[in-house]
């Protein structure tokens, strides 16, 4: 019956979304299950754990940061691609496998480091999601837009983007580097609520391709069809755009060499820009999101060979760690550093299938998949004088939930609209109180237009599973299945790797948990999800 309720889901977001009907299918406003403490305020908002004291404690905080500044705080989020779950030192990496992150690691001493933090499976579904606080499937955003991929209809369209909202409440906003959520006019950058875009479009790989011969030489030795790959339109440039105003090609991509330097060229921009955003009487959005450590990689020359284990890949890791702390100096250099809540991440676990081109996991799978290895990722929030240093947390945060907390420092929550459902979390209370706990109680995986497990407390169960065929081959050999006649639970606390599921026969909340999907499928009759044609 379980994986029944939730298979409608899954067919719900392949049908096209009908018109908003006059009587709603309600969603009940009562916890789900014994097993739930987290209350529901609003139909169209996911239910919250509610922690008064944090609450207040973090309300007199930045009272008291308002008073002293006289304007909101600046968000900068630090969002690097593909990076696993265990390349940095302080998620047990760095320097122990091949590749030092001491900038990364200070700022986890100095903040809060999340130890079970979600992302979705794979770039493009996080990346919509942070940016409108809602699961992919809800969007349409259920996978990376590739070249030659033609979809029915834009998804930003009738979607408000933290941009537009942050740019409603007087910030100014902007996103420099990789942004992968639609090159066409309509759904660039610029046009979907960011004030100024420069980066690239796509990721690495895409602008690599058509010139590594040893790679790809099927294309890049193929004039005939590079030449076919020409006529997807897809970008090979390094883009500067403005919301109202030009966008213009600032560079092509020639060479893997051209590559090799684009998070050069993306920090130098944003450190100057941070230069001058802060000397404005507003307040700035600023993500900045890197084009390692997708693959392929090909060092910069500043930093081929400067990691202890000298691949590629190492490389990129101490490059994005070096530029990382460029980032945050410049903050401190521009005086706004004590007024700014920085977010550094990775939109989702370590692309297996390119290693050794690729990151680490202490989890099963890897990006693509809704195992742990796809989308627990690192999660460092850092903020001078308002985080606690040394604090870390196993409580539940899920990458959405930067949205709702940015929502929440603009003072915009009133500002969300009721006729969508939004799955993100403020987090607020639970980053700035000293001893704070998570305001979520549950993270719904998906995969693509598939409901596949809920994690909740110490507790992952799955009604779908994924089984790679070839080891690490977790994209182009993993296959998904239904998990028969129990859905498999597993205690990460006990088996943080998911090898062995303990059932019903080991656990006494399998049913409880049954009702809270039940209640997460509920959300989709009310609220119906759109099919864009990925």
């Given at each position: 019956m379980l994986v029944e309720l939730l298979l409608t889901a899954a067919a719900l977001s392949?049908?096209?979304?009908?018109?908003?009907?006059?009587?709603?299918?309600?969603?009940?406003?009562?916890?789900?299950?014994?097993?739930s403490r987290a209350k529901r305020t609003a139909q169209h908002l996911e239910p919250v754990l509610v922690h008064a004291e944090d609450q207040a404690a973090a309300?007199?905080?930045?009272?008291?940061?308002?008073?002293?500044?006289?304007?909101?705080?600046?968000?900068?989020?630090?969002?690097?691609?593909?990076?696993?779950?265990?390349?940095?030192?302080?998620?047990?990496?760095?320097?122990?496998?091949?590749?030092?992150?001491?900038?990364?690691?200070?700022?986890?001493?100095?903040?809060?480091?999340?130890?079970?933090?979600?992302?979705?499976?794979?770039?493009?579904?996080?990346?919509?999601?942070?940016?409108?606080?809602?699961?992919?499937?809800?969007?349409?955003?259920?996978?990376?837009?590739?070249?030659?991929?033609?979809?029915?209809r834009n998804p930003w369209t009738d979607e408000l983007s933290?941009?537009?909202?942050?740019?409603?409440?007087?910030?100014?906003?902007?996103?420099?580097?990789k942004w992968h959520?639609?090159?066409?006019?309509?759904?660039?950058?610029?046009?979907?609520?960011?004030?100024?875009?420069?980066?690239?479009?796509?990721?690495?790989?895409?602008?690599?391709?058509?010139?590594?011969?040893?790679?790809?030489?099927?294309?890049?030795?193929?004039?005939?069809?590079?030449?076919?790959?020409?006529?997807?339109?897809?970008?090979?440039?390094?883009?500067?755009?403005?919301?109202g105003g030009k966008t213009e090609e600032v560079a092509k991509i020639t060479s893997t060499d051209d590559v090799?330097?684009?998070?050069r060229l993306l920090k130098e921009w944003t450190v100057r820009k941070i230069g001058e955003l802060a000397k404005s009487d507003e307040p700035f959005f600023l993500e900045h999101a890197f084009m390692k450590c997708h693959a392929d990689n090909f060092a910069s020359k500043a930093f081929e060979g400067k990691s202890a284990g000298k691949y590629p890949y190492k490389d990129a890791v101490v490059e994005v760690d070096a530029y990382i702390g460029e980032i945050v100096a410049a903050l401190e250099a521009a005086g706004v550093l004590e007024n700014t809540f920085v977010f550094v991440t990775s939109d989702n676990g370590p692309q297996r299938d390119s290693w050794p081109d690729s990151g680490t996991t202490p989890f099963r799978g890897g990006k693509g998949t809704s195992w742990e290895g796809g989308v627990r990722v690192p999660g460092i929030a850092y903020w001078k004088g308002m985080i606690a240093p040394g604090r870390e947390s196993d409580e539940l945060f899920d990458l959405m939930d930067l949205f709702m907390t940015s929502v929440a420092l603009a003072d915009g929550t009133n500002d969300l609209p009721s006729d969508r459902y939004y799955d993100a979390i403020d987090q607020t209370s639970f980053l700035l109180a000293d001893d704070g706990h998570s305001n979520r109680e549950k993270v719904y995986i998906w995969w693509g237009k598939d409901p596949m497990a809920m994690r909740m407390y110490e507790y992952k169960i799955h009604h779908r599973i994924l089984k790679t065929q070839?080891?690490?081959?977790?994209?182009?050999?993993?296959?998904?299945?239904?998990?028969?006649?129990?859905?498999?639970?597993?205690?990460?606390?006990?088996d943080p790797k998911e090898e062995y599921t303990v059932g019903h026969?080991?656990?006494?909340?399998?049913?409880?948990?049954?009702?809270?999907?039940?209640?997460h499928a509920a959300t989709f009759r009310r609220y119906p999800p759109k099919n864009i044609g990925l």
């Open positions: 392949a049908a096209p979304q009908e018109p908003a009907q006059t009587e709603l299918p309600s969603i009940p406003m009562e916890a789900a299950s014994v097993l309300s007199e905080k930045l009272a008291a940061l308002r008073a002293k500044t006289g304007k909101r705080p600046n968000i900068v989020w630090l969002l690097v691609d593909d990076m696993g779950y265990g390349d940095p030192g302080c998620y047990g990496g760095g320097a122990t496998v091949g590749a030092a992150t001491p900038n990364m690691d200070r700022l986890a001493r100095e903040g809060l480091r999340l130890t079970s933090c979600y992302s979705q499976n794979t770039c493009t579904p996080t990346r919509s999601a942070i940016l409108t606080g809602r699961l992919p499937v809800r969007t349409g955003l259920t996978r990376p837009i590739l070249a030659g991929d033609r979809i029915k933290l941009p537009a909202l942050l740019g409603n409440r007087g910030y100014n906003t902007v996103l420099c580097g959520i639609g090159e066409a006019e309509g759904m660039r950058p610029h046009d979907v609520g960011f004030d100024e875009y420069y980066g690239y479009y796509p990721a690495q790989k895409e602008l690599s391709q058509a010139f590594d011969k040893r790679r790809y030489p099927d294309l890049a030795l193929n004039p005939e069809r590079l030449e076919m790959l020409e006529r997807t339109g897809a970008s090979e440039a390094l883009i500067h755009g403005v919301k090799a330097e684009g998070d070839e080891a690490w081959l977790n994209i182009d050999m993993t296959t998904v299945h239904d998990v028969g006649l129990a859905p498999w639970l597993y205690n990460l606390y006990i026969r080991m656990n006494a909340w399998l049913a409880s948990m049954g009702s809270e999907l039940r209640a």
